[in-house]
């Protein structure tokens, strides 16, 4: 359904008061050691479609990251000794008080990450009804067998200890508690950090558990850029679950190293999309276009390069552009917006300047968007026409509604661009012979094969990196095999 924009004063009025009702103005406050704590100062959070201020957070000092660490050092030791139906019990009691706060955390969402609300209400779906349900029912027993020559030899899974859990702006919601509930549930206890550009659904998600789960398993703080070097060489840290981008992982990885923690590094993407000569054009454009261009392109797993067949390449542009031309880009409290604003000026100023060197080069456009003029954050839909598969701007990531659609003339020349760029994280096949699909999805360098679908994620489906993407992996038992060690018990019988 199309809805019907509304003028500028009434998205105004929309906005304030879905904010009133959500009480988002003021200041939010850090959870450490089951209590909300401010700081000496607080960092402003803005608001991407208006460029105004939003509300303010804590800007931690290192007395109370380390009032944090302790927190979760003292909880640890009563936390790992519960069973799993213990504390699932306790972990499920708090999910319900977070989700009867629903609406308010899809307005902060709405808010802070410039959401159209449909975009808002999936992400905030996906955290409550998908992966913490998900991630809750799993649990790893004792796995118990006989080896001849040693005996009965049991495999346990033990919690690690203090995870830390650091996550990007992009999906602040989704990437952070996907962190915290298996991290919890298997036992260990939790420093999560935010973004400081998105910290405030995250936060109040903390306030609202926080009377009901034992002081210190969880505790979250914000602040500026010395936090995350702080939390990843902390001595109390037993282990880093980390999504952000390859340079900041790079960071976390020789920061970590010192004290040997346990990783696990989600970073960038540079997905593929190769559509095969016989794909039903129609039938995939949709989906096609927004594994492009979810969150405005701020995906680590959205179709960057779009590969397609030079038999099909015209018809394919020719329907990816009417499909662009059909979205509408604005503030996300406008009920017409399908496409919101780039979450942050410093996003905005990286993307501006790839657009100059792509115009420096004098590179064909398939097709752009209209320019949002204000204080916002905004930077049209762009779809560039069979550029060189090896410019920079095209094999770095593109973080933001900047994409590429290249012409491929043979499998082998598809497959080669495709793994050519450093990135492993995700990529995607698009046609209809099973046989074919399948043969392509095999020789493709990602961690996750999509075959006639992207993005789509799942708790029980791991999820992980190839390459400059990281390693490890999240959700599905593998996920949560990454918060224990194995524990070999090995009985003389
Ligand atoms: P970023 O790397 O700038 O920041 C990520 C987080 O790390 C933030 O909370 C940030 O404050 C913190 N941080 C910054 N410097 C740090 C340091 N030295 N030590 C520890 N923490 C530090 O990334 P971003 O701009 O917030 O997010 C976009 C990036 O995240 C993109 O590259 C995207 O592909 C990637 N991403 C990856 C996945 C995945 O699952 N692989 C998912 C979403 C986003």
Redesign the pocket.
Known sequence: MVEQSVPADSVSALRESALAAAGVRGIFTNLIDGKSVGARNNLDVLDPATGELLAKVPDIERDGMDAAFAAARRAFSSWSKLTWEARRSILEKAFENVKAHREELVTLLMAEGGRPRSLALWEVAAVLDDFAPGVLAQSLPDVEATQPGVGRVTRHYAPLGVVVA??????PLL?SYDKVVPALIAGNTVVL?????TPLTVLRVAELVRDILPAGILNVVTGG?NV??W??SHPEADKIS????????R??FE?ASQTLKHLTL????NDAGIVLPDVDVDAVIAPIFWGMFLVNGQ???TIKRLLVHESRYDEVAAALSKFAGEQVMGDGFDPATTIGPIQNRA?LLRLQATWAAIQKDGVAVLYRGEEIEGKGNFFPVTILDNPSPHADYVKL?N?GPLRSLIKYSTIDEALAIANSTDYG?GGSVWGRDPAELDAVAHRMEAGTVWINQHLVVNPSVP?G?NKD??FGVQYGAEGLKEYCYLRVISAKT
């Open positions: 650091i996550s990007p702006w992009n999906l990437l950090k935010p973004s400081f550009y850029d995350g070097p939390m990843t980390f999504t952000g981008s390859t340079q900041t992982g960071r976390v920061s989600e970073l960038g993407g995906g680590c797993i996003q990531e973080f994280l999820f990196g993407s990281g």
